[in-house]
C-alpha cells in the first residue's frame, strides 16, 4: 500500500467539519443523517489506518495501538460526561465497562468465531496468550465490578481508599498484561497460520505508517465527538421507549468499540483467528485496566460517587461469559457451535439490557 484512500480522510473531515457545525445548530433534521453517515465512515477509517499500522509493526503490537487507542477516547468520553452530568451518571463507567465486556465477548467473538468456522472451518490460535488474557479479564472484571457489592461502603461503591487501591492494582495488572504480551512472551499472541495473502503485500513506508497514525487518532476523536453528538438523541430515544438508562452505556460502548470489531471481524475472515482474539480480549482490558483507575481518580478529585457493582442479574451474566470464554478457548480450536453458543448469550444481555 503506497497510498492512502480518497474515503478514508474524506470521512473524517466531514466528521469534524459536522462538528463544528454542531455548535451553533441541533442535531436533528438533515443534520442527523449526515451524522450518522460521517460516523459511520470515520468508523471505516479508524479500521483501515489501524491495519496500515498492524502490518507495518507486526503483532501484538498492532493490535495493541488500536485498543489502547480507542480506550483512551473512551475514557475522554465516559470523564466529559461524568462532569457535565453530575451524581446522575455514577453509574455510567460500570454501565459502559460492563457492556464492553459483554460486547467483545460474546457479541465480537462470536460474529469472529462464527464468520471464520464458516469459512475455514476449524481455526487454530494460541492457547497460552488466550488462557492469561481471559485470567487477566476474569480478575480485573471481579475486582472492579463484582467485590463492591461486598465491602462495608454502603451501595455498591467503595470507600475513598478502597477505591484508590483497586485504581492501582487494575493499574499494575494491565501493565504486567502489557509487558507480557509485547516483551516477555509475545510469542504467545502471535498467529501460527497467517494465510499467504498477508505477506504478499510490502509493509507500508515509514512516512506512510506516521500518517496513518495521525489520521487514526484524528479518526477516533471525530467517532467518539460524534457520538457524543449523537448521545442526546440517544438519551431521548431510551426515555421513551421506557428502557433502562443502563441502555445507554451500551450504545456508548458499542459506538466506540465498532472500529476494534470491525477490525477482528475482517482478520477472522482472513483466517487470523489469533489477530481477532488479541483485539477482543485486548480491548476489553484495556477498558477496564485504564477506565477505572482514570475515571476512579476523576470521581476521587470532584468528590462524586462512582458506582460500580453489579447487580444480581449482570453478574450472572459476566460470570456466563468468563466461564463461556474459557471454555472456548481451552483446546486452541473453534468451530462455529462455540460461535452460535457466544452470540445466543450476547442476544440475552441485549434483550435483558431493554428488558430487565
Not at 23 to 29: E, K, M, R
Not at 52 to 72: M, R, S
Not at 113 to 125: N, S
Not at 214 to 221: E, M, Q, T
Amino acid at each position: 500500500m503506497k497510498t492512502i484512500p480518497w474515503w478514508s480522510w474524506a470521512f473524517p473531515l466531514l466528521a469534524w467539519l459536522l462538528l463544528g457545525l454542531k455548535a451553533v445548530l441541533p442535531v436533528s433534521g438533515l443534520l442527523l443523517p449526515l451524522f450518522i453517515l460521517a460516523l459511520g465512515g470515520a468508523v471505516f477509517a479508524a479500521v483501515h489506518f489501524a491495519e496500515v499500522i498492524a502490518h507495518k509493526v507486526g503483532e501484538p503490537f498492532g493490535t495493541l495501538v488500536l485498543a489502547v487507542a480507542v480506550t483512551i477516547i473512551e475514557v475522554a468520553l465516559i470523564v466529559s460526561v461524568m462532569l457535565s452530568g453530575g451524581a446522575e451518571k455514577a453509574a455510567l463507567a460500570r454501565d459502559t465497562v460492563f457492556s464492553a465486556v459483554m460486547i467483545v465477548c460474546t457479541g465480537v467473538v462470536g460474529i469472529c468465531t462464527l464468520i471464520g468456522a464458516a469459512r475455514h472451518g476449524e481455526q487454530e490460535f494460541r492457547i497460552q496468550g488466550a488462557n492469561g488474557a481471559l485470567a487477566e479479564l476474569a480478575a480485573l472484571s471481579v475486582l472492579t465490578m463484582v467485590l463492591p457489592n461486598y465491602t462495608t461502603a454502603p451501595g455498591a461503591t467503595f470507600s475513598v481508599a478502597q477505591l484508590k487501591f483497586v485504581a492501582i492494582e487494575s493499574l499494575v495488572l494491565y501493565g504486567v498484561f502489557v509487558f507480557v504480551q509485547t516483551v516477555r512472551h509475545r510469542a504467545y499472541f502471535l498467529p501460527e497460520n497467517e494465510t499467504a495473502d498477508v505477506h504478499e503485500v510490502a509493509p507500508p513506508t515509514m512516512q506512510l505508517t506516521l500518517l496513518s497514525l495521525g489520521l487514526l487518532v484524528l479518526s477516533l476523536v471525530a467517532v467518539v465527538g460524534m457520538a457524543k453528538g449523537l448521545s442526546p438523541s440517544v438519551e431521548a430515544v431510551v426515555a421513551q421507549s421506557g428502557a433502562p438508562e443502563s441502555v445507554v452505556g451500551v450504545v456508548i460502548a458499542a459506538l466506540v468499540l465498532l472500529p476494534e470489531g470491525l477490525a477482528a471481524m475482517r482478520a477472522a475472515r482472513r483466517d487470523q483467528l489469533q489477530t481477532s482474539f488479541n483485539l477482543a480480549f485486548g480491548s476489553a482490558i484495556a477498558s477496564i485496566g485504564l477506565t477505572i483507575p482514570v475515571v476512579a481518580t476523576v470521581s476521587i478529585l470532584i468528590a462524586q460517587p462512582l458506582t460500580l457493582g453489579l447487580d444480581q442479574k449482570e453478574t450472572v451474566l459476566l460470570a456466563l461469559t468468563l466461564l463461556l470464554s474459557t471454555l472456548t478457548v481451552a483446546t486452541g480450536r473453534t468451530s462455529i457451535l462455540q460461535g452460535a453458543i457466544h452470540l445466543a448469550v450476547f442476544a440475552v444481555f441485549l434483550f435483558f439490557a431493554v428488558v430487565p
